[in-house]
């Protein structure tokens, strides 16, 4: 699968993201600081891996900042993005489910390398639901 990947700065996990998807089979599309031709700020660096999967040039996109929170909310700011702040296996697994969420923002700070194969393996592991009300609220974002 391609997957985009996004990372305003080479500290923490940036690296090991690309690193991990490499090991999983997965083609990283780097950007920001993981692409010496791009702007490495976070609203850039997010922006354009959200926008790679709304285009169709990713499946799935990884967007990480120091907190992972101005990751998500500049991914999220792109329609067709649902963006999920995860910090543990489940909360990606759930994120997958529920939300449907089509990319994965972490936190530079927080996210272990421990953590970061968890997480992906929740990431990873998640389906969307059929439950029919998980279904309409997934198409009611749309609607927002």
């Not at 090991?16 to 702007?39: F, K, Q, S, Y």
């Not at 700011?77 to 702040?85: F, I, N, P, Y």
Request: charged share 30%; with cysteine; glycine share 6%.
């Amino acid at each position: 699968m391609r997957i985009a990947v996004a990372a305003d700065e080479r500290v923490g996990v940036a690296e090991a993201i690309v690193e991990e998807l490499r090991n999983r089979g997965h083609e990283p599309l780097p950007h920001g600081a993981l692409n010496e031709e791009e702007r490495d700020d976070w609203a850039w660096a997010s922006e354009a891996a959200a926008r790679d999967v709304v285009e169709g040039r990713a499946e799935q996109a990884i967007v990480a900042c120091w907190t992972g929170t101005g990751a998500s909310i500049a991914a999220n700011k792109v329609t067709g993005v649902r963006a999920a702040l995860c910090v543990d296996a489940e909360t990606a697994r759930g994120a997958r489910r529920w939300n449907d969420a089509n990319v994965l923002a972490l936190s530079l700070r927080l996210t272990s390398a421990p953590q970061l194969t968890e997480i992906l393996d929740g990431w990873f592991a998640g389906n969307a639901s059929d439950d029919e009300s998980d279904q309409a609220n997934i198409r009611h974002l749309d609607e927002i």
